[in-house]
């Protein structure tokens, strides 16, 4: 099996995907720092694998991680080893751990988040308006960005003072380029800040999830502080970067598919439909960081040996033609059915899906109605994605906005 180095740039994602996917169903990948593990590439075996309980999150499971060959200033290990949260563990651990955020993520209790959310994203195309008339405007971070963050900040009770030293040190963690001796520095700095904040809300608690896990944690549910902490950092983490990569690649999608932008715009085609067709054609993350195998899984013809790591290709599997049919590498807005796992699948599917969903859904078309002119400022071959193996992430999006609605040419 002839092993694909990740690029750590990533310079050609959807090259890198394809050739992922003409690998087989799995294939022997090399991370950045020249990690080995494997990848499922194909769909069908995807959600096969994240259902299959001999493929766990233990840590401890990995043959390399026992042999000491992964170091702790390797630039992933905080995503390889991110501490005891819901997302390191299985079982009912899991399920202790997970309850709680699950609760206060359901559909109906993100519904309650949607007059917040329309207003955070008015105040956002505010600003965006005032900005000076034909000069371009990098979308990613004026407008993509500061809704997710603050409305996931708003959700776990996180002070907006904090955000830029949260926007510093997550560019680190997720980064493939931090240099190895920052990497356990800027793990202890991240753990520093997320206690800090723990610690303000058992002091001062509020309505709002940290308070809530603080609480369960009082009232018997043995939530440990290193498990609230960790659970703090992980919310917060995912919840607003994926929602981020999901805007900016909504606004590439429909630039670079003008036809299906008019109908957008025009309303004969429904934003949940270009939301899903983005999550399944570009998502958000391109692999997921790992998994372990207690024993030899067949996967396809092929062996996920006992004992060595798997990550989830989603960049891979999200153009598989055995699941989408010939036009899987085609952007199409109209797609029936469109049963992708953007979000995951199983018992680890994540639990922000919905909220990310909404705030989507109410940005994107609050943007190109106030702003129906929008379109890249420079070519979309242009564009550059961030060093980050794990997310579908750009630089920045230049775009042009165009004449506000409303205000003639």
Same mark, same amino acid.
């Given at each position: ?95 202790? /751990?997970? *309850? !709680? ?6 559909? =109906? +209790? ?8 329309? $207003? &955070? ?68 700095? /991240?753990? *520093? !800040? ?6 303000? =809300? +058992? ?8 308070? $809530? &896990? ?70 958000? *993350? ?124």
């Amino acid at each position: 099996m002839t092993r694909i180095a990740l690029d750590p740039f990533v310079t050609d994602l959807d090259g890198e995907s394809a050739a992922l996917r003409a690998a087989g169903p799995l294939a022997e990948v090399e991370l950045p720092g020249g990690v080995h593990v494997y990848a499922v590439t194909r769909h069908a075996e995807a959600r096969a694998l994240l259902t299959d309980s001999r493929v766990v999150k233990d840590i401890n499971v990995w043959n390399a991680w026992q042999r000491g060959e992964i170091p702790m200033d390797w630039p992933l290990i905080g995503l390889a080893n991110p501490g005891r949260s819901m997302l390191t563990v299985d079982g009912a651990d899991h399920r202790r /751990l997970r *309850t !709680l955020v699950a609760q206060a993520l359901t559909v =109906k +209790r993100v519904e309650r988040l949607r007059a917040g959310i329309e $207003a &955070l994203t008015n105040a956002s195309l505010e600003k965006l308006a005032a900005l000076p008339a034909g000069a371009p405007v990098d979308l990613k971070a004026e407008f993509a960005y500061p809704l997710p963050m603050n409305v996931i900040s708003e959700l776990m009770g996180v002070d907006a003072a904090d955000h830029p030293r949260l926007k510093e040190l997550f560019e680190k963690f997720f980064s493939t380029q931090t240099p190895p001796e920052e990497v356990p520095q800027m793990m202890a700095d /991240l753990g *520093t !800040l997320f206690t800090k904040i723990v610690d303000s =809300k +058992r002091a001062n608690p509020g309505d709002d999830l940290t308070s $809530a &896990l603080i609480a369960a944690s009082e009232d018997g549910d043995h939530l440990s502080d290193e498990e609230i902490v960790n659970t703090l950092q992980l919310i917060i983490a995912a919840g607003h970067e994926t929602t981020i990569s999901l805007i900016v690649n909504v606004v590439e999608a429909l630039a670079t598919h003008p036809e299906q932008r008019k109908k957008v715009l025009n309303g004969e085609i429904g934003w949940d439909g270009v939301i899903e067709e983005t999550l399944r054609w570009n998502t958000p *993350t391109s692999h997921v960081l790992i998994r372990f195998a207690t024993e030899d899984i067949e996967v396809g013809d092929k062996i996920l040996p006992k004992g060595e790591g798997l990550i989830v290709s989603f960049g891979a599997l999200g153009r598989d033609e055995e699941q989408y049919g010939p036009t899987a590498g085609e952007f199409d807005a109209t797609r029936t059915p469109n049963r992708h796992i953007a979000f995951g699948h199983g018992p680890h599917i994540c639990p922000g899906a919905a909220l990310s969903r909404l705030e989507a859904g109410i940005a994107l078309p609050a943007l190109y109605g106030r702003f129906p002119e929008l379109d890249l400022a420079v070519p979309a071959s242009e564009l550059r994605n961030k060093p980050i193996v794990t997310q579908n992430d750009l630089h920045e999006l230049p775009v042009e906005l165009g004449c506000p609605f409303g205000h003639g040419n």
